[in-house]
């Protein structure tokens, strides 16, 4: 399947993403920072925000009650990055190697299946591959868990 890759406004993805988050889950308390020049991003819209959705709800659910949660959007070089991190329990180092490859050893299955609910962090990760982008996962120094993916902002007209 070839990716259909309009320029969007990261702003808007963002608030629409965090806006169905918020109403799914009324109590998550979601901290949105975005660059404050106008930024466009080359990106199918509806597969980025699922991205968003995904990383959003993986946080609220493995946060619990250690909020908020952060959701950045900031430029570095010629890359749009999307960042969303949390203060919770962050990632078992042995999970963490196998995030995005979808599998688990089979006796946490518990664990590791709850972490990839949605869309799944699988499926995530091949979505932003496809858009010539990166995602990466890490525990935060203080605590908790980020997610980051980068989208290249330039070259849409070599994409055709």
Avoid: W
Wanted: proline share 5%.
């Amino acid at each position: 399947a070839t990716l259909k890759k309009y320029p969007e406004a990261a702003e808007e993805i963002v608030a629409e993403a965090v806006g169905r988050i918020r109403r799914r889950y009324p109590g998550a308390e979601i901290h949105v920072s975005v660059p404050s020049e106008f930024l466009m991003v080359p990106m199918d819209a509806t597969l980025i925000e699922q991205v968003i959705i995904n990383l959003l709800e993986n946080s609220i659910r493995h946060a619990g009650k250690a909020l908020p949660i952060r959701l950045e959007v900031f430029v570095e070089g010629d890359q749009a990055v999307f960042r969303v991190s949390d203060r919770g329990k962050g990632i078992p180092a042995e999970e963490l190697s196998r995030l995005f490859t979808g599998t688990s050893p089979a006796k946490n299955k518990s664990s590791d299946s709850s972490r990839g609910n949605g869309i799944g962090l699988t499926i995530c990760m091949s979505i932003v591959k496809a858009h010539g982008g990166k995602m990466t996962a890490e525990n935060r120094k203080d605590g908790g868990a980020a997610f980051t993916f980068m989208l290249p902002l330039g070259g849409t007209e070599s994409d055709d």
